[in-house]
């Protein structure tokens, strides 16, 4: 089992929808959790960060957090063709940041 | 403030050879990381380095080693490259480890 998995994709949603994006991580021990964003051919960009049990919202962004179900997502509203891209789950584990390999999202007009 | 920066953005070297990778990070960052992406297998871990120490290594071979300067500059060796080495090297660096910033990384081809 890897220690961070996400649906490779492609999540295609059409413009103006809410974009829905999952996360489950292996070790219940894990404390601390982020979304990165990576278009084409660039670096990763970091969106939100979540500690905490429940929901953190950023303008256009969820994060949502169920330590129970070791389950972790990403809710984007009002989806934008700007924000199709690769979308990377990583999870804090003893220091090592550890990834999951990205689920691709695609925004049509 | 500065990003973090990486050079160089891109190198072709063959196999056999060895090669060096620098990351500067962002002022006032302590850790830096060090990632392999590759389209198989993702963001993979390299090694941490905290105050000039290596705090966590992944599971590579010895071939790749790191070192960390005390203006929290750091770079990466890869030895002997081998074809498989061909990626982007992505170096992160960060306050405490847990919220970090990438680099642009460098490109690396082995042929």
């Known amino acids: 089992q890897k220690e961070v998995e996400q649906n490779s994709g492609p999540l295609s949603v059409p413009e103006g929808a809410i974009a829905s994006l999952n996360c489950t991580y292996s070790?219940?021990?894990?404390?601390?959790f982020f979304w990165y964003r990576q278009y084409s051919g660039k670096s990763p960009e970091l969106i939100m960060f979540?500690?905490?049990?429940g929901d953190k919202e950023d303008g256009r962004f969820t994060a949502q957090l169920n330590k129970a179900s070791q389950y972790v997502s990403l809710l984007i509203r009002d989806s934008q063709p700007s924000d199709s891209a690769t979308y990377l789950c990583a999870v804090l584990n003893t220091d090592k940041l550890i990834f999951g390999t990205g689920t691709r999202l695609q925004v049509f007009p | 403030k500065a990003g973090v920066t990486q050079t160089p953005r891109y190198l072709i070297k063959t196999r056999g050879q060895q090669v060096t990778l620098s990351c500067s990070p962002i002022s006032g960052h302590r850790s830096v990381s060090w990632y392999q992406q590759t389209p198989g297998q993702g963001l993979q871990f390299l090694f941490e380095?905290?105050?000039?120490?290596?705090?966590n290594k992944g599971n590579f071979p010895g071939r790749f080693s790191g070192r960390q300067f005390s203006n929290s500059r750091s770079e990466m060796n890869v030895s002997t490259l081998e074809l498989g080495d061909s990626a982007l090297y992505l170096c992160a660096s960060s306050p405490d480890s847990a919220l970090q910033y990438f680099g642009a990384g460098t490109r690396l081809s082995v042929l």
């Open positions: 380095y905290f105050s000039e120490t290596q705090r």
């Open positions: 070790d219940r021990g894990s404390q601390s």
């Open positions: 979540i500690y905490s049990n």
